[in-house]
């Protein structure tokens, strides 16, 4: 046997050329496949690109959540977050006087000092 | 989670299309999809694997891939090629938890031929050849496989078994190595 790569190469392509289809095979394996199918593996971005969804054309409710939300966050951030909304501070009430006046103030009934 | 009876999946419709109605859970296009690639992908395997009954497990189970993973299954490439990667892989796994036994299943990938009385040289060849393609390492089995067999292009090759080209090309130059070792032999003891 002359083992050249022409013969070698006919050889393999003959070797291994697809067979013929195997009716009885593929029947066996598509009975096995017709019974209840596994779950299936959803990719799990899935739920939040329902909250991701930025379609705004027909869903005007979605329109007011957004400028409900721009306006608060307007607010917020003019206002501060740290400081009240309506406007009564400590300081209101001891204008003029600083803190001092808090800690020192006379007795209310006898009106002594500390 | 079937989709509604309204439009059903035709035996014509691309491979991406029955694709994104799997993906929705139709059952009736993942059914035209597995008999439309079922039969090839049991040949494949059969040619790697060497064994009619393993082969029906491996193309099972890359079937049921394709259900399970349609939903995030991304048009990249084509079908075909993303089934046959999963066909090899499977039947690289199965070759490597099982202890090969290569003879009796070599006989197998030779077409069905007249008795042993009949047998011309060439057929004594091409069983010889059989068996030393079935004692080859899976890998370059594969390579061997997906080029002769199938006619794919060195790329699609190294596509399929996740590698580079010149890797394959590696593969392809082993595995002929190998052949040739192994028919040497033979010829040797023949002529003792």
Redesign the interface.
Same mark, same amino acid.
């Given at each position: 046997?002359t083992?050249n790569?022409d013969f070698?190469?006919a050889?393999?392509?003959?070797?291994?050329?697809? !067979?013929a289809?195997?009716e009885a095979?593929?029947a066996?394996?598509?009975a096995?496949?017709a019974g209840p199918? !596994?779950?299936?593996?959803? !990719?799990f971005w899935?739920l939040p690109t329902v909250l991701l969804d930025w379609q705004f054309a027909p869903a005007w409710p979605r329109l007011a959540a957004l400028g409900a939300c721009a306006a608060l966050g307007f607010f917020i951030g003019i206002a501060g977050i740290d400081r009240p909304i309506g406007g009564f501070t400590l300081s209101n009430s001891t204008t003029g006087a600083g803190f001092g006046a808090v800690l020192f103030e006379p007795e209310a009934v006898t009106g002594a000092q500390p | 989670m079937d989709v509604s009876d309204g439009d059903r999946p035709a035996a014509d419709d691309s491979d991406e299309a029955l694709m994104a109605r799997i993906a929705r859970g139709d059952e009736r296009a993942y059914r035209v999809l597995a008999r439309r690639h079922l039969p090839a992908m049991l040949g494949l395997a059969r040619r790697i694997l060497g064994n009619a009954a393993d082969a029906e497990d491996v193309a099972q189970e890359a079937m049921l891939r394709v259900w399970t993973h349609a939903p995030r299954w991304q048009p990249l490439a084509a079908l075909r090629t993303w089934l046959t990667r999963v066909v090899v892989n499977l039947c690289l796994d199965r070759k490597r938890r099982a202890p090969w036994v290569a003879l009796e299943a070599a006989g197998e990938l030779v077409d069905p031929a007249p008795g042993a009385a009949e047998r011309s040289e060439t057929e004594e060849r091409d069983r010889r050849l059989a068996a030393a393609i079935a004692g080859l390492p899976a890998r370059q089995r594969s390579a061997i496989v997906l080029t002769y067999g199938d006619g794919m292009s060195n790329a699609q090759v190294a596509e399929i078994l996740d590698t580079t080209v010149s890797a394959v090309e590696t593969l392809l130059v082993r595995g002929k190595q190998n052949l040739r070792r192994a028919l040497g032999d033979a010829m040797d003891e023949d002529k003792e």
């Open positions: 046997m083992m790569d070698l190469d050889a393999l392509k003959r070797q291994t050329q697809a !067979p289809t195997d095979a593929v066996r394996v598509l096995r496949l199918l !596994p779950r299936q593996k959803r !990719p899935r | -």
